[in-house]
T-cell receptor, first 114, second 115 residues
Framework: AQSVTQLDSHVSVSEGTPVLLRCNYS??????LFWYVQHPNKGLQLLLK??????LVKGINGFEAEFKKSETSFHLTKPSAHMSDAAEYFC????????????FGQGTELSVKP | KAGVTQTPRYLIKTRGQQVTLSCSPI?????VSWYQQTPGQGLQFLFE???????NKGNFPGRFSGRQFSNSRSEMNVSTLELGDSALYLC??????????????FGEGSWLTVV
C-alpha cells in the first residue's frame, strides 16, 4: 500500500528566506513522486516530478526536491521565498502500475510574510 | 495546447438531487481521473477511466459513478446528493500508460455546494 505524510500542516517564512516543505512516503513498488501547488480557489498545478531518472529534481518557479530512498523522503525546497509562493502544497505518490491513480498527502499551507 | 477543461465551474444543488460534471482532457490523453477535495478529508481518488473503461476505483459509495466517451471526454455523476458531497471535484488527465511514469494534469475543478 502507498501513503504520503506531509510533516507540517502549516509553514510560515519571511520573503527572501528559504522554504522547506517536508514529505515522507511509503510505497511497495517503484514510486513516482510529485509536488503540486494549489492557489486559493484554483486547481492543482504540477511543480515537479520524480520518476527515477535523477534524485535531485528541478521544478518550476525555482523549486527543487530531492528523492532520498534511504529516508523515504521527498522534501521540497526553494532558496528564496516570494510572496506569490503563498499557497497549499501537496506531496503525491503514484505507482507506475496504477495508471492515473494518485495518493495525496494532507497538504502544507505555506504563508510568506513581507 | 488546451489544458484540462471542467464544466460547470460552480453549481448549487439541493439534497436528494443528482448532478453531472464534465471533463475534457488534454488532447491525446486517454486517461481521465476524478478526485474529491474537502477540508476534512483532503484530496481523495474517486475513479479513473481509460479508453472508455473504468480502470481504478476509490472507496466511494455507488452514488458516485462515471463514464468516458470515445473522444476521451468524461462525466461523473452523483445521485441522491447529500450535504457531505459539497466539495471541489477535480478532473485530471494523462496518457495513462502502465509501468511508465505518467505526468498528470489537473483542471480548475467544479465547485459543488449541496443545500
Amino acid at each position: 500500500a502507498q501513503s504520503v505524510t506531509q510533516l507540517d500542516s502549516h509553514v510560515s517564512v519571511s520573503e527572501g528566506t528559504p522554504v522547506l516543505l517536508r514529505c515522507n512516503y511509503s510505497s511497495s513498488y517503484s514510486p513516482s513522486l510529485f509536488w503540486y501547488v494549489q492557489h486559493p480557489n484554483k486547481g492543482l498545478q504540477l511543480l515537479l516530478k520524480y520518476t527515477s531518472a535523477a534524485t535531485l529534481v528541478k521544478g518550476i518557479n525555482g523549486f527543487e526536491a530531492e528523492f532520498k530512498k534511504s529516508e523515504t523522503s521527498f522534501h521540497l525546497t526553494k532558496p528564496s521565498a516570494h510572496m506569490s509562493d503563498a499557497a497549499e502544497y501537496f506531496c503525491v505518490v503514484s505507482q507506475d502500475n496504477q495508471g492515473g491513480k494518485l495518493i495525496f498527502g494532507q497538504g502544507t499551507e505555506l504563508s510568506v510574510k513581507p | 495546447k488546451a489544458g484540462v477543461t471542467q464544466t460547470p465551474r460552480y453549481l448549487i444543488k439541493t439534497r436528494g438531487q443528482q448532478v453531472t460534471l464534465s471533463c475534457s482532457p488534454i488532447s491525446g490523453h486517454r486517461s481521465v481521473s476524478w478526485y474529491q477535495q474537502t477540508p476534512g478529508q483532503g484530496l481523495q481518488f474517486l475513479f479513473e477511466y481509460f479508453s472508455e473503461t473504468q480502470r481504478n476505483k476509490g472507496n466511494f459509495p455507488g452514488r458516485f459513478s462515471g463514464r468516458q466517451f470515445s473522444n476521451s471526454r468524461s462525466e461523473m455523476n452523483v445521485s441522491t446528493l447529500e450535504l457531505g458531497d459539497s466539495a471541489l471535484y477535480l478532473c485530471a488527465s494523462s496518457l495513462g500508460q502502465i509501468r511508465i511514469p505518467n505526468t498528470i494534469y489537473f483542471g480548475e475543478g467544479s465547485w459543488l455546494t449541496v443545500v
